[in-house]
């Protein structure tokens, strides 16, 4: 009875060990979630089904899923939400704040407002459950382990329209991936190596297969020390672990290799290795010193520094980091200024780096250990004076008593003239509206102001952004001429959140955080909306010095374009008559974009929404003022946006608006400070109006979901207008109309794949009408072409054609198991293809549209016999069809290749080797190369090219590398490096010597030698 009882209890443990973890709040249900998880080498979907209402979903989804993936790039995403992609996100979190390389992406599915008439007044509201979220064609990744995908549900917008969530995920879901079938697990717990007690703090774990480089993770409970790694194939696995700060021994714990490795031999082994000793890692601790820079003995509080008491600072922040001899940055941390001359630090772990992929060290998941450490410490407003370097020549020490030295740096005190170009008179920016546009809204000139500092060298020393725009678009220093400014180096106030070119400056991404200005050279350049600076303003700066610059800035040109609606002739492309906006009662109204160009280059674009009552619309005319673009804060910061003014040129000038077309390029001449009015004429395009019949088995069909359906005009195969639908269930006809692309509520028409189509109308041609196939229980697809000729601008032409639903094979995938007590499981992302059609597996359960016809029908999944069944659809019907697929004998192998090392000395005393891939050169941008060796240290053991340094002398170095595609070993190789000397004692002859070694080793591997049987 207790045997009994103890196999229920073991098979339920199995179970739930390897199913996906569901808050028990139950928002949503998560597909795939049962079974092994993905396998190494497959592709798939994962379904998200939203079961409570909310206004956004945001899903932060491991970066291993999506990587290398473009940000808004929204191509994978299909969400029945919202088919208007302008409301989709995916934001790649590595390339902002706080720059963590292995940080997840963050998908974001927005319910667009709702405009409420009579009034047409924007309204958000919660969407109506159940919706769903489907990620198309995602990667398995190439670690096995478990990982988690946090989904936060907002239930309210902001003022400004914006989602609101919450700070606690609503649901966290644990999604397991598996190297290969019947997957084996190791587990223990990780200890200190002195004390022998239980490590209860973040840790990470890897089990690396000591000759194919394939790799699995595990977290450890912070509350236990305990870990599993999951996943594992048969192999020979190296353990690697480290921790970060544990509070009872005040350590963090470096990356440690067990001293033994651990061999899985059987097929669901489940391997504990009871206890795993970590070495302690090192703490370097000591404070820094601010001194009066002058006299280098005087020690000061920072904010009672000259420059920063003068301009009033009450805070401040510093920055302390370890960088390694790789350059990387191990341990770090930020503090809150308490405004003393003398300020601690302790550094154990790189603090802010939450996120780990391999190796942990430079996380939080790591400390470190020994080694020779540069010392690195930033602050606004002031540099470090002393360059410290620190050698460690153990674990568990704790380096103290250092003493960084700090001055403040210099002060660029700046002031920014407003000129009238033709007078040289100084003149306001309100001043300058009145003069040019004869209005004084203090809105067209001036705005928010960037200002930079650039040394000699062309690098970024200093920067000041000057926030003077307030909510209604006046400008503060509407009625001054002239602006103050200083610049004192970086602040973390803006830069941490710079993006794209203005990364530096972050943290912890590339140093320098926050600094001073050294003495040097500068140039200042400015930028404001309407002006361009006249001058080279230049200044030289002494170290802790104080220099005067003044830029001066001169009015540039301005445009008032006034666009027109018109008929046009019959059977012309020439205007016959102005005509009522088309679109003037739509609800939203679109908006209208004139577009200016110089050279071939966007110089910005004033916008309008063609609403009676805003400013410069009338039933038949719209008139547009520009100066320039007065970027907000935001756009500045993260997406580098400048201000802009117009210079003198010949300008094309592109109006958009939807349902209208230009006939005719218009191009103007701008003089210096002009104001020069152009008028561009819009003609009324061309509309298709369509009705469409759903079709199934030659009779009518009636959705049985909600569907968004999208309606394409295209000519000559480019996509001009689009029409989505929301068709309702139940529906077996709808209507569109296409006019042209209408960004409903927003400029713009979102493509899936993230590509903007600006508002516009249909020309004249003869288009191709196409519904591309849609549906998720039923498809729908057209089967024949629709053309709709349009001979003339202002007209519609009306059309009817049939779309069919298609047939579908539904069914479970399950394989075959060897794992005890288990015989056939569910198998995720099995491969489905009939006739280069595919679709992918969830938890098992599967479904494939296809439309009539007869099908062989392949089932393939790595580790497993493909099987192939013939089956005939006659129709649009629902086809069952399970299958069990048999686990492969022997094991498919690995492809083979030809993989060699290239290796360089740059008589610095380190070396560089590369990775090449000779006759699988297709596959090297997928490939992934693991380096190892019996000596010496790497400045990364991955990437395609490394450096190499020998830390000790002796006879021989051995390196090796793996390459690794898709999870699999291709290929492996290394290389034998002989009597080389240290780069503490270099020797020039050894150039003659290592010419020599440019070595290529090439192993064609056998099927199956270098699988993960090994």
Same mark, same amino acid.
């Given at each position: 009875?207790?045997? *009994?009882?103890?196999?229920?209890?073991?098979?339920?443990?199995?179970?739930?060990?390897?199913?996906?973890?569901?808050?028990?709040?139950?928002?949503?249900?998560?597909?795939?979630?049962?079974?092994?998880?993905?396998?190494?080498?497959?592709?798939?979907?994962?379904?998200?089904?939203?079961?409570?209402? *909310?206004?956004?979903?945001?899903?932060?989804?491991?970066?291993?899923?999506?990587? !290398?993936?473009?940000?808004?790039?929204?191509?994978?995403?299909?969400?029945?939400?919202?088919?208007?992609?302008?409301?989709?996100?995916?934001?790649?979190?590595?390339?902002?704040?706080?720059?963590?390389?292995?940080?997840?992406?963050?998908?974001?599915?927005?319910?667009?407002?709702?405009?409420?008439?009579?009034?047409?007044?924007?309204?958000?509201?919660?969407?109506?459950? +159940?919706?769903?979220?489907?990620?198309?064609?995602?990667?398995?990744?190439?670690?096995?382990?478990?990982?988690?995908?946090?989904?936060?549900?907002?239930?309210?917008?902001?003022?400004?329209?914006?989602?609101?969530?919450?700070?606690?995920?609503?649901?966290?879901?644990?999604?397991?991936?598996?190297?290969?079938?019947?997957?084996?697990?190791?587990?223990?717990?990780?200890?200190?190596?002195?004390?022998?007690?239980?490590?209860?703090?973040?840790?990470?774990?890897?089990?690396?297969?000591?000759?194919?480089?394939?790799?699995?993770?595990?977290?450890?409970?912070?509350?236990?020390?305990?870990?599993?790694?999951?996943?594992?194939?048969?192999?020979?696995?190296?353990?690697?672990?480290?921790?970060?700060?544990?509070?009872?021994?005040?350590?963090?714990?470096?990356?440690?290799?067990?001293?033994?490795?651990?061999?899985?031999?059987?097929?669901?082994?489940?391997?504990?290795?009871?206890?795993?000793?970590?070495?302690?890692?090192?703490?370097?601790?000591?404070?820094?010193?601010?001194?009066?820079?002058?006299?280098?003995?005087?020690?000061?509080?920072?904010?009672?520094?000259?420059?920063?008491?003068?301009?009033?600072?009450?805070?401040?922040?510093?920055?302390?980091?370890?960088?390694?001899?790789?350059?990387?940055?191990?341990?770090?941390?930020?503090?809150?200024?308490?405004?003393?001359?003398?300020?601690?630090?302790?550094?154990?772990?790189?603090?802010?780096?939450?996120?780990?992929?391999?190796?942990?060290? !430079?996380? /939080?998941?790591?400390?470190?250990? +020994?080694?020779?450490?540069?010392?690195?410490?930033?602050?606004?407003?002031?540099?470090?004076?002393?360059?410290?370097?620190?050698?460690?020549?153990?674990?568990?020490?704790?380096?103290?008593?250092?003493?960084?030295?700090?001055?403040?740096?210099?002060?660029?005190?700046?002031?920014?003239?407003?000129?009238?170009?033709?007078?040289?008179?100084?003149?306001?920016?309100?001043?300058?509206?009145?003069?040019?546009?004869?209005?004084?809204?203090?809105?067209?000139?001036?705005?928010?102001?960037?200002?930079?500092?650039?040394?000699?060298?062309?690098?970024?020393?200093?920067?000041?952004?000057?926030?003077?725009?307030?909510?209604?678009?006046?400008?503060?220093?509407?009625?001054?001429?002239?602006?103050?400014?200083?610049?004192?180096?970086?602040?973390?106030?803006?830069?941490?959140?710079?993006? !794209?070119?203005?990364?530096?400056?972050?943290?912890?991404?590339?140093?320098?955080?926050?600094?001073?200005?050294?003495?040097?050279?500068?140039?200042?350049?400015?930028?404001?909306?309407?002006?361009?600076?006249?001058?080279?303003?230049?200044?030289?700066?002494?170290?802790?010095?104080?220099?005067?610059?003044?830029?001066?800035?001169?009015?540039?040109?301005?445009?008032?374009?006034?666009?027109?609606?018109?008929?046009?002739?019959?059977?012309?492309?020439?205007?016959?008559?102005?005509?009522?906006?088309?679109?003037?009662?739509?609800?939203?109204?679109?908006?209208?974009?004139?577009?200016?160009?110089?050279?071939?280059?966007?110089?910005?674009?004033?916008?309008?929404?063609?609403?009676?009552?805003?400013?410069?619309?009338?039933?038949?005319?719209?008139?547009?003022?520009?100066?320039?673009?007065?970027?907000?804060?935001?756009?500045?910061?993260?997406?580098?946006?400048?201000?802009?003014?117009?210079? /003198?040129?010949?300008?094309?000038?592109?109006?958009?608006?939807?349902?209208?077309?230009?006939?005719?390029?218009?191009?103007?001449?701008?003089?210096?400070?002009?104001?020069?009015?152009?008028?561009?004429?819009?003609?009324?395009?061309?509309?298709?109006?369509?009705?469409?019949?759903?079709?199934?088995? /030659?009779?009518?069909?009636?959705?049985?979901?909600?569907?968004?359906? =999208?309606?394409?005009?295209?000519?000559?195969?480019?996509?001009?207008?689009?029409?989505?639908?929301?068709?309702?269930?139940?529906?077996?006809?709808?209507?569109?109309?296409?006019?042209?692309?209408?960004?409903?509520?927003?400029?713009?028409?979102?493509?899936?794949?993230?590509?903007?189509?600006?508002?516009?109308?249909?020309?004249?041609?003869?288009?191709?009408?196409?519904?591309?196939?849609?549906?998720?229980?039923?498809?729908?697809?057209?089967?024949?072409?629709?053309?709709?000729?349009?001979?003339?601008?202002?007209?519609?032409?009306?059309?009817?054609?049939?779309?069919?639903?298609?047939?579908?094979?539904?069914?479970?995938?399950?394989?075959?198991?060897?794992?005890?007590?288990?015989?056939?499981?569910?198998?995720?992302?099995?491969?489905?293809?009939?006739?280069?059609?595919?679709?992918?597996?969830?938890?098992?359960?599967?479904?494939?549209?296809?439309?009539?016809?007869?099908?062989?029908?392949?089932?393939?999944?790595?580790?497993?016999?493909?099987?192939?069944?013939?089956?005939?659809?006659?129709?649009?019907?629902?086809?069952?069809?399970?299958?069990?697929?048999?686990?492969?004998?022997?094991?498919?192998?690995?492809?083979?290749?030809?993989?060699?090392?290239?290796?360089?000395?740059?008589?610095?005393?380190?070396?560089?080797?590369?990775?090449?891939?000779?006759?699988?050169?297709?596959? =090297?941008?997928?490939?992934?190369?693991?380096?190892?060796?019996?000596?010496?240290?790497?400045?990364?053991?991955?990437?395609?090219?490394?450096?190499?340094?020998?830390?000790?002398?002796? =006879?021989?170095?051995?390196?090796?590398?793996?390459?690794?595609?898709?999870?699999?070993?291709?290929?492996?190789?290394?290389?034998?490096?002989?009597?080389?000397?240290?780069?503490?004692?270099?020797?020039?002859?050894?150039?003659?010597?290592?010419?020599?070694?440019?070595?290529?080793?090439?192993?064609?591997?056998?099927?199956?030698?270098?699988?993960?049987?090994?």
């Amino acid at each position: 009875m207790k045997r *009994g009882r103890l196999i229920i209890l073991l098979v339920f443990l199995l179970t739930v060990s390897f199913m996906i973890k569901v808050d028990e709040y139950k928002a949503l249900e998560f597909s795939p979630s049962k079974g092994w998880g993905m396998f190494f080498n497959t592709t798939g979907n994962i379904k998200i089904n939203i079961t409570e209402p *909310g206004v956004a979903v945001k899903i932060e989804v491991p970066r291993e899923f999506l990587e !290398g993936k473009p940000e808004n790039d929204t191509s994978f995403l299909y969400s029945d939400i919202t088919r208007d992609y302008y409301y989709y996100i995916v934001i790649d979190q590595s390339r902002h704040y706080p720059y963590d390389e292995n940080a997840p992406y963050i998908i974001e599915v927005l319910n667009p407002p709702v405009y409420i008439q009579p009034n047409c007044i924007k309204t958000f509201f919660n969407f109506t459950p +159940p919706k769903y979220i489907l990620m198309k064609n995602l990667k398995a990744p190439r670690i096995a382990g478990l990982y988690n995908f946090s989904i936060y549900i907002a239930k309210k917008v902001d003022v400004n329209g914006l989602p609101i969530y919450p700070a606690k995920p609503s649901n966290i879901v644990t999604v397991p991936v598996s190297m290969r079938e019947d997957p084996s697990s190791i587990s223990g717990y990780i200890v200190d190596e002195i004390t022998g007690v239980r490590i209860k703090a973040k840790g990470v774990v890897y089990a690396i297969e000591v000759n194919t480089g394939v790799m699995a993770r595990a977290y450890v409970n912070a509350s236990t020390g305990f870990f599993n790694l999951t996943g594992l194939y048969k192999g020979t696995y190296r353990i690697e672990a480290s921790a970060g700060y544990f509070q009872e021994t005040g350590y963090a714990y470096a990356l440690t290799e067990a001293s033994e490795p651990v061999i899985i031999n059987n097929v669901a082994q489940k391997i504990n290795i009871g206890n795993l000793s970590l070495k302690r890692g090192n703490i370097i601790s000591g404070e820094i010193i601010y001194l009066d820079t002058f006299n280098l003995i005087d020690e000061i509080q920072p904010l009672e520094s000259p420059y920063l008491k003068a301009l009033g600072f009450k805070g401040l922040n510093y920055t302390v980091e370890v960088y390694d001899e790789q350059n990387r940055i191990v341990a770090s941390n930020i503090y809150e200024s308490k405004n003393l001359s003398h300020e601690p630090f302790r550094l154990i772990t790189r603090n802010g780096t939450k996120h780990v992929g391999y190796s942990s060290v !430079g996380t /939080e998941y790591a400390g470190f250990g +020994p080694g020779v450490y540069t010392l690195k410490v930033w602050v606004f407003g002031f540099l470090q004076r002393n360059t410290l370097s620190i050698t460690i020549t153990g674990y568990g020490i704790e380096f103290s008593n250092v003493k960084i030295q700090l001055i403040y740096g210099g002060l660029i005190n700046g002031t920014i003239r407003l000129f009238n170009n033709q007078t040289r008179n100084l003149e306001s920016p309100r001043k300058a509206e009145q003069l040019t546009f004869g209005t004084s809204t203090g809105t067209y000139y001036g705005g928010n102001i960037v200002i930079k500092a650039y040394n000699e060298v062309g690098e970024l020393k200093g920067l000041t952004l000057i926030n003077a725009t307030y909510s209604n678009g006046t400008i503060a220093y509407a009625d001054e001429a002239t602006i103050k400014f200083y610049i004192l180096g970086f602040s973390e106030f803006y830069n941490k959140t710079y993006s !794209g070119t203005w990364r530096i400056g972050s943290y912890p991404g590339p140093s320098p955080w926050d600094s001073g200005l050294p003495e040097g050279r500068y140039e200042v350049k400015v930028w404001i909306r309407g002006y361009i600076q006249s001058n080279k303003a230049i200044v030289s700066l002494s170290t802790g010095g104080r220099s005067s610059v003044t830029v001066d800035m001169v009015r540039g040109g301005a445009f008032q374009v006034t666009v027109i609606s018109m008929h046009s002739r019959p059977g012309t492309r020439y205007p016959q008559a102005e005509a009522h906006w088309r679109f003037l009662n739509l609800c939203p109204q679109p908006y209208l974009r004139v577009y200016f160009y110089r050279l071939g280059v966007e110089e910005g674009f004033g916008e309008t929404q063609l609403k009676l009552g805003f400013p410069g619309v009338t039933e038949t005319r719209a008139k547009i003022n520009f100066s320039g673009d007065n970027p907000s804060i935001k756009s500045i910061i993260y997406d580098g946006v400048i201000p802009s003014a117009l210079r /003198e040129g010949e300008y094309l000038i592109k109006v958009y608006t939807y349902g209208y077309i230009q006939a005719n390029d218009v191009i103007v001449y701008l003089y210096s400070s002009q104001l020069q009015s152009a008028t561009v004429i819009l003609l009324m395009g061309s509309g298709i109006n369509g009705t469409v019949t759903l079709i199934a088995n /030659e009779v009518f069909s009636e959705l049985t979901e909600n569907a968004f359906i =999208e309606v394409d005009a295209l000519l000559n195969e480019n996509l001009k207008g689009v029409d989505v639908v929301n068709v309702s269930k139940g529906s077996s006809v709808f209507t569109f109309s296409i006019y042209g692309f209408y960004g409903k509520g927003h400029f713009f028409y979102v493509a899936p794949d993230g590509t903007k189509w600006p508002d516009y109308g249909l020309d004249v041609g003869n288009y191709t009408v196409y519904v591309p196939e849609f549906g998720f229980e039923w498809k729908y697809m057209q089967k024949k072409l629709v053309y709709a000729n349009i001979q003339d601008l202002g007209v519609t032409v009306g059309i009817h054609f049939s779309l069919y639903r298609l047939g579908k094979i539904y069914g479970i995938i399950k394989g075959e198991a060897k794992t005890p007590f288990i015989n056939y499981i569910p198998l995720v992302w099995a491969l489905i293809t009939a006739d280069n059609i595919e679709a992918y597996s969830f938890d098992g359960d599967y479904v494939i549209h296809l439309p009539e016809g007869e099908y062989n029908v392949e089932y393939s999944y790595p580790g497993y016999e493909a099987q192939t069944i013939h089956i005939s659809i006659g129709g649009s019907f629902a086809i069952s069809q399970d299958i069990i697929l048999r686990q492969a004998t022997p094991t498919p192998s690995f492809p083979t290749a030809s993989l060699t090392i290239s290796l360089k000395d740059n008589s610095s005393g380190f070396y560089i080797l590369s990775a090449n891939l000779l006759n699988e050169s297709s596959l =090297e941008n997928n490939a992934v190369f693991l380096w190892f060796s019996n000596s010496g240290k790497f400045n990364s053991t991955i990437g395609k090219t490394v450096l190499w340094i020998p830390t000790d002398y002796r =006879e021989e170095h051995e390196i090796k590398v793996i390459a690794i595609v898709d999870g699999k070993a291709l290929s492996s190789t290394s290389i034998k490096l002989l009597n080389i000397e240290t780069p503490e004692f270099p020797n020039n002859s050894l150039n003659l010597i290592f010419t020599l070694i440019i070595l290529t080793i090439a192993f064609k591997l056998a099927l199956g030698k270098k699988s993960l049987e090994k």
